[in-house]
């Protein structure tokens, strides 16, 4: 049971818009910054999302990242086949002085 | 460019002991906190352990506080994993990644990049 939760799965046609949630706790979300990853099979993971809605050089505006209280969200526009990845939140925890992660999303491009 | 090469992992059987490697290039490498995470076969990522730069702070999953031990070399740009009785449910892809700042905990802190990862089976 991960300390983040996210939902399993996402899905969405081409062109449309998705948003995965991320919801945690005061000591973790509530009191950080909250960071997004993606990870394509076979591959290691990339930083897609930093400090809850900044994108590091080379991801797209398509991508975009919001934090309220404890929980927050990841927002895919336009989206494209090869958007297809799992997708994982992560925060420092006050409490325990340990990072944690989502369980992961898996996003299905229909 | 920053890169991050792991070594050192391999089938184990259960009890037993492995030593991982991340090699580090492309940035002054004790200015940046530096982790382990890891992902057994189809699940998802688990941090697993990491250590300021200096050395001085290191950080333990419960899952693995007392059996693993983090540790770097500044001098070599070299960070190391040493896993000690070693259970089937270690068995995972383990990563290294960079973070941005010294501290694990500091303020607005991620990982950043992520080396390709090594094996890690335990298993008799």
């Known amino acids: 049971q991960s300390v983040l939760t996210q939902p399993p799965s996402a899905s969405g046609t081409p062109g449309q818009r998705v948003t995965i949630s991320c919801s945690g706790s005061?000591?973790?979300?509530?009191?950080?910054?909250v960071n997004w990853y993606h990870q394509l099979p076979g591959t290691a993971p990339k930083l897609l999302i930093y400090?809850?809605?900044q994108r590091p050089s080379g991801v797209p505006d398509r991508f975009s990242g919001s934090k309220s209280g404890t929980s927050a969200s990841l927002a895919i526009s336009g989206l494209q086949s090869e958007d297809e990845a799992d997708y994982y939140c992560?925060?420092?925890?006050?409490?325990?002085?340990?990072?944690?992660f989502g369980g992961g999303t898996k996003l299905t491009v229909l | 460019e920053v890169q991050l090469l792991e070594s050192g992992g391999g089938l184990v059987q259960p009890g037993g002991s492995l030593r991982l490697s991340c090699a580090a290039s492309?940035?002054?490498?004790?200015?940046?906190?530096m982790s382990w995470v890891r992902q057994a076969p189809g699940k998802g990522l688990e941090w697993v352990s990491a250590?300021?730069?200096?050395?001085?702070?290191?950080y333990y999953a419960d899952s693995v506080k007392g059996r693993f031990t983090i540790s770097r070399d500044n001098s070599k740009s070299t960070l190391h994993l040493q896993m000690n009785s070693l259970r089937a449910e270690d068995t995972a892809v383990y990563y290294c990644?960079?973070?941005?700042?010294?501290?694990?905990?500091?303020?607005?802190?991620?990982?950043?990049?992520w080396g390709q990862g090594t094996l890690v089976t335990v298993s008799s």
């Open positions: 990644a960079k973070f941005r700042y010294s501290r694990p905990g500091a303020e607005n802190n991620w990982f950043d990049p």
């Open positions: 492309g940035f002054t490498f004790s200015n940046h906190g």
């Open positions: 250590i300021s730069g200096s050395g001085g702070g290191t």
């Open positions: 005061s000591s973790n979300i509530g009191s950080n910054t």
């Open positions: 400090s809850n809605n």
């Open positions: 992560a925060a420092w925890d006050d409490s325990l002085n340990v990072w944690v």
